[in-house]
């Protein structure tokens, strides 16, 4: 493989192998440098030098492009349009789109001088969704039915969206302060906190600091513990596998992860430049506050048992990112919590099985199931 630098962009363009030449036609996908650079599939592989790692690298064998900066959205040009799986996936859910996007608004927030952005829709129970690592993925239709279930507020994480991570936030302990002193600025009590992946870890972190505001919470597939030994993976290296070996690992069902926003996509040609932008910004992010220690902070597990609100630990049963005896794990480590498995979902239940999610989430929560739109038959 060759590299040439494009002074104009500000990009290192890779001629692909003649053998992955036809596979589709080059274009540009926006990825970051500040800290430890970012990798978008399926066609862009950095490595990633840093002041206190050892240099890690990404590869996967459809690379055609390296890009070094992020250029100004106007640069990516046309895309071309294609069908896209989420009219079957949604219909094969029994979700229509008009339930799956309810009605929800998005704003822009500021707290202390940090700005993101807020989906807003629903009333009722104040629900705080915390979205996975992954990115925000506002088109899923878990955001409306959450919405159908109370009233939801679900903020990017700083650093997730369109807009930039701010230099001053590192480390977990960043996000989950930004969240509580959120919680303050909306002057939100007996909030129920719905949290997957990443964000339950994020959320995981905020409640052991304080659940004055809070009155339930739920972790779906979270990540943030050490559970086995030193040499023990209890989590599958994002950073170091493939695109296929990752969608073989986190889904039950391989085409859901072709749907809306999903970063695993093979085609990110339908996508706007928004959603471009937000998949690149949360790879970036997923680097600076997963990297080192990978995805969990050493000293989480032994404050889990400060958590002294109700608690459900959802797991896919299908989960082989992170097993479902690590959610065991996690949710023996909680006093008042308790823990489920869903079938027929792997690591992102909400995403794969988002009916029967809402059905558990909202028995759990006491709400009405029949306040609850999941698109089942009455």
Known sequence: MTSTFDAKYGIHVSSPHPTTDTVMPQRLVPAFSDRPRVWLWPRVTITTPTASHEPRSLTSPDVTQSVATLPEPSVLGPRRLFLDPQDYILSRMSLTHEKSAASLSVRDIDVHGVTTELYEGGSGTPILYLHAGEGPRPSAPI??????AGHLLAP???GFGVKPRPPSFSTIGDLAYFYLDLLDQLELDKVAVVAADFGGWIAAELAVRSTARLSHLVLAGPTGIKCGDREDRDIADMFALGRAELIELMYA?????????SSLREDF????DDALTSIARSRESMAVFGWSPYMHNPRLRQWLHRIDI???????????????????????AIPAARFEV????????????????????????EIKSSSVVTGRPS
């Open 143 to 148: 955001l409306g039915l959450l919405a159908s």
């Open 156 to 158: 990017v994480h700083p």
């Open 253 to 261: 069902d391989p085409a859901v992860s072709q749907v809306g926003e």
């Open 269 to 272: 040609d339908g996508l706007s």
């Open 310 to 332: 109700p608690t459900l630990v959802l797991w896919g049963a299908r989960d082989r990112f992170t097993l479902p005896e690590y959610g065991a794990s996690f949710a023996a």
């Open 342 to 365: 869903l079938e027929a979902a792997g690591h992102y239940p909400h995403i794969e099985q988002p009916e029967r999610f809402i059905e558990v989430v909202a028995n759990f929560l």
